[in-house]
Nanobody, 127 residues
Framework: QVQLVESGGGLVQAGDSLRLSCVASGRAKSNYVMGWFRQAPGKEREFVAGIRWSGGSTYYADSVKGRFTISRDNARNTVYLQMNSLKHEDTAVYYC????????????????????WGQGTQVTVSS
């Protein structure tokens, strides 16, 4: 079992930055993939970014490439999502996700791939 706790959301203006954190506790995570998803009101949950715990390979949605950076801190069991140049359309609840099988990166964008989820943190970007 893995527990995920997100933090760092808030209300910011367009162009500002935020850093989300996801602390993962429980099982060893050497073969895990960690992901960030978001869900805006009235829309489906969508993939934002992913990272392999071992090796640190990263993956991004086209909509956030060049603005968002995912990273992890092994010592703190924490995954971060640094969000720069925020836009109004980035407004959503952001969820951290994890799965113990980092085998096929082609599936990282699918929420069904992930077994564990955090409770979400709200990010609101005013225009």
């Amino acid at each position: 079992q893995v527990q995920l706790v997100e933090s760092g959301g808030g209300l910011v203006q367009a162009g500002d930055s935020l850093r989300l954190s996801c602390v993962a506790s429980g099982r060893a995570k050497s073969n895990y993939v960690m992901g960030w998803f978001r869900q805006a009101p009235g829309k489906e949950r969508e993939f934002v970014a992913g990272i392999r715990w071992s090796g640190g390979s990263t993956y991004y949605a086209d909509s956030v490439k060049g603005r968002f950076t995912i990273s992890r801190d092994n010592a703190r069991n924490t995954v971060y999502l640094q969000m720069n140049s925020l836009k109004h359309e980035d407004t959503a609840v952001y969820y951290c996700a994890a799965d113990g099988n980092a085998g096929n990166s082609n599936f990282y964008t699918h929420q069904g791939y992930y077994e564990y989820w955090g409770q979400g943190t709200q990010v609101t970007v005013s225009s």
